[in-house]
T-cell receptor, first 111, second 113 residues
């Protein structure tokens, strides 16, 4: 069951540059998407969400883009900071209470 | 800032024993969830709970699992007879409504020997 995929297990970016994390999904019924950040030994922390009626949502340094025709979303972090180093998960829901999580991308921001 | 809390942070148990994992959701939230993450794998949905009943559950959530809100603040996950493969991080989450962001607790690491 790989309805939500994050094909890059890891990503390294220089401090101050843009980080782009990608997520693909297969279920066209998904209509709400979340991004979470997770540090080791902690629970996921909510970052930003987007509904399928939008194609972009911005919150400070974080922007999520949704391309419904491609079933693809991406999270942009600008500028990247060393404290952003964590595992990032996208999660999707289809009108139910249940979110399907991707496998995560480990972001390392190099000082 | 309000947060979800979970106890214990680490639970070690023998195979076949019952365990109860406890969570205190954010006080004004109405929807509660349990997820788990086996080491190195993705976060998996187990169950959602609203208005004192299960609203949705995954295929993982079989008869060995149960949830309860025994009072106005706690939300518990019980595993009746633990198996080795139940070893994982268990995360509780809560949300104000059923569609928006879910706020996660720090997790309980369950180790079944």
């Amino acid at each position: 069951d790989q309805q939500v995929k994050q094909n890059s297990p890891s990503l390294s970016v220089q401090e101050g540059r843009i980080s782009i994390l990608n997520c693909d999904y297969t279920n066209s019924m998904f209509d709400y998407f979340l991004w979470y950040k997770k540090y080791p030994a902690e629970g996921p922390t909510f970052l930003i969400s987007i509904s399928s009626i939008k194609d972009k949502n911005e919150d400070g340094r974080f922007t999520v883009f949704l391309n419904k025709s491609a079933k693809h979303l991406s999270l942009h972090i600008v500028p990247s900071q060393p404290g952003d180093s964590a595992v990032y998960f996208c999660a999707a829901s289809s009108g139910t209470y249940k979110y399907i999580f991707g496998t995560g991308t480990r972001l390392k921001v190099l000082a | 800032e309000p947060e979800v809390t979970q106890t214990p942070s680490h639970q070690v148990t023998q195979m076949g024993q019952e365990v109860i994992l406890r969570c205190v959701p954010i006080s004004n939230h109405l929807y509660f969830y349990w997820y788990r993450q086996i080491l190195g794998q993705k976060v998996e949905f187990l169950v959602s709970f609203y208005n004192n009943e299960i609203s949705e559950k995954s295929e993982i959530f079989d008869d060995q699992f149960s949830v309860e809100r025994p009072d106005g603040s706690n939300f518990t996950l019980k595993i009746r007879s633990t198996k080795l493969e139940d070893s994982a991080m268990y995360f509780c989450a809560s949300s104000e409504d059923g569609r928006g962001e879910q706020f996660f607790g720090p997790g309980t690491r369950l180790t079944v020997l």
